[in-house]
């Protein structure tokens, strides 16, 4: 396995004085959420909004690469974090970038376990690129293994996705007990950044049952705008494309574009700390 370089005292890097570019974890260690959806229409409803966006598919199944069409290439994030390449980046259109995934992925997190600092390669690996971006967005496995700390620590943000449905919201307590204990032992700048809910239908009463329960549980954490249930959204992917080059009268482009502003006006308007051990 290649050496790695540029880490700080005790084997831990730290992002230099001048970084700018906030860096965003989605996750939710349960499936079928719209995690991955999420992940990709948030950033390319960013880069409308005039932001530069690199897209990390941290997620072995590969669904956010799949999403956009890009084809295997030599470089994806396992040699990345197998440290036989730096992130490679490729471009999805202009202003979105993506890190692409393979099914590889899914034996990095034995491969790594004698690693030192197994925990901050991601972070590490981000620093050369992260200022070329507005924001960073990570679409993390359905797990709360070795790639989702990765994700975690080199995040200054989370955001959970949660499908509007009862099963969807079992678990909280748990994701909040994660986000505490990355927090206190590898980055203290780590906040929940808001949750955001997903295949809403206000037609259903249990769907806004469920909207007031994670209102009660996370309070103004919650991002006002829920993202609709939207044949569009469904589609998109096998189309290759994000919501707004797909469809982008559709109520899915309209909710993914209120989304995205709404996300600018919480984190810039915040103070952006250094993620921090």
């Not at 079928?32 to 999420?38: E, I, L, P, R, S």
């Not at 209120?258 to 952006?272: M, N, Y």
């Amino acid at each position: 396995m290649a050496g790695r370089s540029g880490t700080g005292s005790g084997g831990r890097l730290f992002f230099n004085s001048e970084f700018m570019g906030t860096v965003i974890s989605l996750f939710n260690h349960k499936g079928g959420v719209g995690k991955t959806t999420t992940t990709l229409n948030v950033g390319a409803g960013l880069v409308e909004l005039g932001k530069r966006v690199l897209l990390i598919d941290l997620d072995p199944q590969a669904n956010l690469t799949l999403s956009l069409g890009i084809p295997r290439e030599r470089y994806t994030i396992y040699e990345a974090m197998c440290g036989e390449s730096e992130l490679v980046p490729y471009e999805a259109k202009p202003g979105l970038d993506i890190v692409i995934s393979v099914l590889d992925l899914s034996g990095a997190e034995m491969e790594l376990v004698n690693e030192p600092g197994r925990e901050m390669i991601l972070r590490e690996l981000l620093e050369p690129v992260v200022n070329d971006y507005d924001y960073v967005l990570i679409d993390c496995p359905p797990s709360l293994g070795l790639l989702t700390m990765n994700a975690l620590t080199a995040s200054h943000y989370v955001l959970i996705p949660l499908q509007t449905e009862y099963l969807a919201v079992q678990g909280l307590s748990k994701i909040k007990q994660v986000v505490d204990k990355v927090r206190f032992r590898l980055n203290r700048s780590l906040q929940i950044g808001g949750v955001i809910a997903t295949m809403y239908d206000s037609r259903k009463v249990l769907n806004n049952q469920i909207v007031d329960l994670i209102q009660k549980y996370f309070g103004d954490q919650v991002f006002r705008t829920m993202i609709r249930e939207n044949v569009a959204l469904a589609e998109s992917p096998s189309k290759q494309k994000d919501i707004f080059s797909y469809q982008p009268a559709s109520n899915g482009a309209e909710d993914y574009l209120a989304l995205s502003r709404e996300i600018l006006t919480r984190f810039e308007d915040a103070s952006v700390q250094t993620p921090s051990t």
